[in-house]
């Protein structure tokens, strides 16, 4: 799980993981919208494809990456566990809100 | 989100949000069943309060820290966007499993 949540630490890789929704894609075509060299891009693949969030074609040449999406599912299994507790501070927050728009009124 | 998934990128940290789920502890009380140092635990600490994932109290001598789950909650939102891949994942993996039980079977 450190390492899936290590993955998911970089907005570039999280942007990696959206585009890969829509299908598989080559390092290049991933390469193109972050305007990053390919060894760029091949760093965070690696990053990536160690927490088992991507998995590698085997066509040598084009090695197409693929979406794997099942740590994903662990990690928020884990978090879920925290859920009372961020429902918690939401409400706090909403009361807080709700107490400030009252005096608002008044 | 990015220092969200950062702070929970290590293990001590996630069993620190664990251990406040159970109320507010202080640096040393914090520090017990790790058998960690005081200063890696305050490292910790502030790794997890950059995030916005735990609060201090002002008491300067004791500084009490509080688990602040709201970032948790935000990360769970983006990582729901993926709930039908890796469900899909999941499945694969079913049907997989039951393809050779059948064969065993067999």
């Known amino acids: 799980m450190s390492a899936t949540f290590a ?4 907005p ?5 993981l959206a585009r ?3 299908g598989e894609a080559t390092v290049t075509e991933l390469a193109e919208p972050f ?5 760029a891009v091949s760093k965070h693949l690696k990053v990536l494809e160690r927490a088992g969030l991507i998995s590698r074609g085997r066509d040598a040449q084009w090695r197409p ?5 099942a740590p994903l599912g662990v990690a928020t299994d884990w978090l879920d566990g925290y859920r009372r ?3 918690t501070s939401f409400d706090r927050l909403d ?3 709700r107490r400030l728009q009252r005096k608002d009124e008044r």
Do not use: F, G, Q
């Open 12 to 16: 570039t890789r999280r942007a990696i």
């Open 65 to 69: 990456c693929r979406l794997e999406a």
């Open 20 to 22: 890969l929704t829509r």
């Open 85 to 87: 507790y961020w429902e």
């Open 35 to 39: 305007d990053m060299s390919l060894p």
């Open 95 to 97: 009361d807080h809100l």
């Open 7 to 10: 993955a998911l630490a970089d």
